[in-house]
Structures are given as C-alpha cells and as structure tokens.
C-alpha cells in the first residue's frame, strides 16, 4: 500500500482507503475516487502539481495535497 501522491506518471493504482476527515473524504467521493476504482497518473504539471488522472470514463486534476490522503495498491503490468 502506498499513497496516491507517490506515483509516478503512466503508473495505475486501485483505491483502498482515505486518510482524512469525513467531509473531505465525502468531496473526493463525489469526484469519483471511490475505493476500488482503479486510477491512473497521466500526467504530472513541471512544477509537480496538480496531477492529471484518468479514471473511468473521464479525466481529473487534483493537487498533490489531495491525492496524499488516498491509500491505494499499486497495480503492477
């Protein structure tokens, strides 16, 4: 298990779990970044933020500081 913020780009992980408080987790739920989703790092902006991520059908940027409290398992190819 690792956190979503730690990976790099082209890696894919699947969401186990968050660290944080129940409002914040809400607001990421409603993003879609529920547990078993499997996300992957697109890309990464030069400065390190924000991550563009690929999930389902769709695409989202989010800040390091927000994926840092995602718990999730790294998916190996």
């Known amino acids: 298990m690792t956190l979503l913020n730690k990976l790099k780009q082209g890696e894919?992980?699947?969401?186990l779990r968050y660290q944080?408080?129940?409002p914040h987790a809400q607001h990421l739920q409603s993003l879609?970044?529920?547990?078993?989703?499997?996300v992957s790092i697109h890309r990464?902006?030069?400065?390190?933020?924000?991550v563009h991520l690929k999930?389902?059908?769709y695409d989202l940027c989010l800040r390091r500081d927000d994926l840092a409290?995602?718990?999730?398992a790294p998916i190996t190819q």
């Open 12 to 15: 894919s992980a699947k969401i």
């Open 20 to 22: 944080t408080l129940p």
């Open 32 to 38: 879609g970044l529920v547990p078993g989703t499997v």
């Open 44 to 50: 990464v902006a030069p400065m390190g933020d924000p």
């Open 55 to 57: 999930l389902r059908d």
């Open 69 to 72: 409290c995602i718990r999730v």
